[in-house]
């Protein structure tokens, strides 16, 4: 992704962005009356320029406050509940949630919208013509809040469920799957190698940015951090196959890398398998007890898999359709691992985690992709923990279902 429009994606799910924005117009909206009030007709002045507007306007700024105030309670406690009941890596889903950003910055920026407006009216900023069009558009801002507000409502009763944030994490690792390229082995790149200039997770690569410094200096680049993976300052990030660098050249190979303290769902598939496996392992813990949601997880995971191997080719993608830059492919072992690992070492001795898993496995086995051997391998391996840790009832009817599939 291009790095600007990465920086600005990251903003934009920032909540303070919106609720910022969202008052900036509010404010605007209010001090905007007075320049329009000289297009107002007079018999429009006449019936809407009375006492009304400051009525309404004073109801808004009493009530959104409060509205608000609520509303950003529940939203803590969602984010409080997610974290505990699933995992603290997936409650960043809740803060970019832009429906409830939407909600959080539209009583924000119509209580602002009050406020302003009702100042302005004391202070006698308006005539007539002014209130008639506050009067025109606290009708828009009091219909805006109540579809935000009924939005809200309806949202909320599934913010907190470890079922939608099962969906949420899904939907952004299948998008992130969709963008990456063949598992066949990129050709190496011989060269010079330019270093992280700090340590951190790489949240972001800007290929297009290579793209161009490759073909200016008439080469290409390998990448060696992809995307999630950590790097010390120092480490290589990637290599080159051009001249020799300078000063300038590294500042604009290094720029197209993106270097933070975390790890993001945006182009990391193994993030959003790792945070799947974690809010399976979690449910499996003997406080939550929850077998049910670990079997889900494990059919998402089949899901996500399958529909990756089968795709020979990534989707367009301006971001990855770049021939002069090399970047590695998504291992399978490494995938498989990433997801059922924490089901397999903690699940294994209840007999509906045991059946899901081994089922999710053979259908991945025998679906002849670049994932198949890797689930084969896994499976078998499975197989070896839950006769280990079954009941022997449990373990007798496994192997009754398994013992000739393995």
Known sequence: MNRWRYYWRVLSTQI???????????VAAALTAALVAPLVPREVADRLGGESVEAILTILASSLLAVATFSLGAWVSAYTAVSQAATPRVAVLITSDESTQ???????GAFLYAVVAVTAIHARFYGEEGRAVLYLTSLVVVCLVAFRLLAWMSRLSNLARVGHMIELVEQRTAECLASQPPTSIPTPVDGETFEAPATGYIQNIDFPHLQRLAEEGGGCIEILA??????????PLGRISFGKQDGK????LQAAFSIARTRTFDQDPRFGLIVLG???????????NDPGTA???AGVAVRLLDNWARRTEPEADANIQNDRVVRPRLDPDVLVQDVFGPIIRYGMADPVVTIRVQKGLHALAACQSAISDAARSLSLEAAERARESLHKADRARFDAQFANRD
């Open 16 to 26: 303070w962005f919106r609720a910022g924005l969202y008052a900036g117009f509010g």
């Open 102 to 108: 939407k909600a959080l910055a539209t009583f924000v």
């Open 226 to 235: 992809p995307v999630g993976s950590f790097r010390r300052r120092g480490e």
């Open 249 to 252: 050249t590294t500042e604009a």
């Open 278 to 288: 974690e809010i399976a392992a979690r449910a499996l813990s003997p406080g939550i």
């Open 295 to 297: 079997a889900e997880v």
